[in-house]
């Protein structure tokens, strides 16, 4: 088991595009939560997944969407991006237990 | 609103020395609290978690809710132990299941030599 993978590692993008970042979960997850990791900073909680819904969400404006499939992969979107979206990207997975496991993550740079 | 406060941003100490890491929260309920470990070039990783009470290389964390503190310590730091710790809560998601963490800013432990 790879444990949970994300796609891409870095990813440059300019302000005001849209953006696509990708997760698939460690094997026998069902539950993806996605965090922006600022520099300096500790992760932010921006949602959860779970059975293909939103069942939490912390305070990201709604720019940041997101999607779950059958397979439990999941991807975030973040529309009009701006130069404060810049940030490192984690997703982590878990199953009905608090212990969530944790993708290398996406790097994102806006310019 | 929950809170986490690691209160140290970088903290020195020589190898041998003890070691404590601190983290406070707030929080209305009963969370679950964590402490994320960051490697260099490594992923975040569980180091442990309250409800375990496990002692993991060497690390220990108690729960003191008349305090609201999660303090991580270990007695004798080594050289290994050099990373980013992340004091974590958690809650429970209506319908079971956990929330998403609510993170510190992190603590830069470095072990010198």
């Known amino acids: 088991d790879a444990g949970v993978t994300q796609s891409p590692t870095h990813l440059i993008k300019t302000r005001g595009q849209q953006v696509t970042l990708r997760c698939s979960p460690k094997?026998?997850?069902?539950?993806v939560s996605w965090y922006q990791q600022a520099l300096g900073q500790g992760p932010q909680f921006i949602f959860q997944?779970?059975?293909?819904?939103?069942?939490q969400r912390g305070n990201f404006p709604d720019r940041f969407s997101g999607h779950q499939f059958p397979n439990y992969s999941s991807e975030l979107n973040v529309n009009a991006l701006l130069l404060g979206d810049s940030a490192l990207y984690l997703c982590?997975?878990?199953?009905?237990?608090?212990?969530?496991?944790f993708g290398p993550g996406t790097r994102l740079t806006v310019t | 609103a929950q809170r986490v406060t690691q209160p140290e941003k970088l903290l020195s100490v020589f190898k041998g020395a003890p070691v404590e890491l601190k983290c406070n929260y707030s929080?209305?309920?009963?969370?679950?609290l964590f402490w994320y470990v960051q490697y260099s070039r490594q992923r975040l990783q569980l180091l442990l978690r309250?409800?375990s009470r496990e002692s993991i290389k060497g690390f220990t964390a108690d729960l003191n809710k008349g305090e609201t503190s999660f303090h991580l310590k270990k007695p004798f730091a080594q050289e290994e132990d050099s990373a980013m710790y992340y004091c974590?809560?958690?809650?429970?998601?209506?319908?079971?299941?956990?929330?998403?963490?609510?993170f510190g800013k992190g603590t830069h432990l470095i072990i010198q030599p």
């Open positions: 094997s026998g997850h069902d539950t």
């Open positions: 982590a997975s878990s199953s009905f237990t608090y212990e969530q496991y």
């Open positions: 997944y779970y059975e293909e819904e939103e069942r």
């Open positions: 974590a809560l958690s809650g429970l998601a209506e319908g079971g299941g956990a929330d998403g963490l609510t």
């Open positions: 929080y209305s309920g009963s969370p679950e």
């Open positions: 309250h409800i």
